[in-house]
């Protein structure tokens, strides 16, 4: 597999250029409503350009049961966060996608886990993982990175409070390793960071690298950033590393992770696009809109190029002083509702 970044602008774009015009077609060929949609649009099948990549919006995973292959082939079934009531996406993956996109998680976090597992505490309640065939959000994250580690941890009991005591003898134990955190960034600064807070907790995780995602918008609503959210974590729990990532259940294992100067990076097997969120036309790098995700490996379901509800900005291509080749860029957090509701019915007669 190609290491995740370090092929530049022109190789990169044309093979993943090509993977996703044949991943097009696949769908065109195993999916009748995705075949549907592209006609009535009249969409280009064959692209000459990312940009030109036929898209749908996310939202329509919520609205239709969308998969490319047969139902006695789907092995298992994510679905999105949702409050009660509310539509969620529903995302069918066969053995093959399910491999490949746990393969490739392994690749884009290994510049920054290595290939070795870790002692690894997750900031969740294991009651989150009760099915295993039909998996929420949180749960197929927390199965993906459960890869990255040894000897798991659950920090939360089934109430979601603090297990202090197992904690506690846990970093007892792993004192002298370096251990891996992970969890959904809202649940670590609610159920973790505050309860320490409150509980007046003297707690040190030690020579440990959190790696977390999603959730942003009751921290914004806070006040909250992640250059205070890093800062509060190290005063309160010593967390000295710390990685944000932005991924969503409708492209799991394609996610962009945060590199050491704070950038979201693009990696060999994904691109981003944003767009104007009138004219759906792309915008020039630095100008912020409607985030498009592109990956190459969604087999099972018609997921390979999806415009998502958030608003982001590219910050550049190539030349971050990380190192790291590829896009990179921001997530300002979700269009507000109203402009959604728009987008929505932009598409209702079809993808673009």
Known sequence: MIPPYHLAKR?????????LNALTKWHVENCKDYKAMLVKSGAQLTARTLEDVPYLPVQLFKLLNL????????????????????QVSKIYLDKETAVVQTKTLV???????GGKRLPMIIFDTKAVLKDRKSFSA????????SNFGRKHFYALNDDMSLDVEGLYAYLQEFRD????LFGFTFMIWQYVYKEAKVLGLDINFGDSILIHGGGWKKLKDEAVDSLT?????????????????????????????ECSKGHLHTPSYADIIIRNPVTFEPVPYGEQGLIQVMSELPKSYPGHSLLTEDLGTIHGEDDCKCGWRGKYFSVAGRIPKAELRG??????????
Do not use: W
């Open 67 to 86: 998969k490319s292959i047969p139902q006695d082939e789907v092995v298992k079934v994510l679905m999105s966060s949702g409050t009660t009531g509310q």
């Open 343 to 352: 987008c929505s019915d932009t598409f209702q007669g079809g993808a673009r």
């Open 177 to 180: 390793q370096k251990i891996l």
């Open 138 to 145: 949180r749960g197929a994250g927390i199965v993906g990175f």
């Open 107 to 113: 690749e884009v976090m290994k510049p920054l886990l």
């Open 229 to 257: 959210f890093n800062r509060l974590l190290y005063e309160q729990l010593g967390i000295r590393e710390v990685h944000n990532y932005y991924g969503m259940v409708e492209q799991v294992g394609s996610i962009f992770v």
């Open 11 to 19: 190789e990169k774009s044309a093979l993943l250029l090509e993977k």
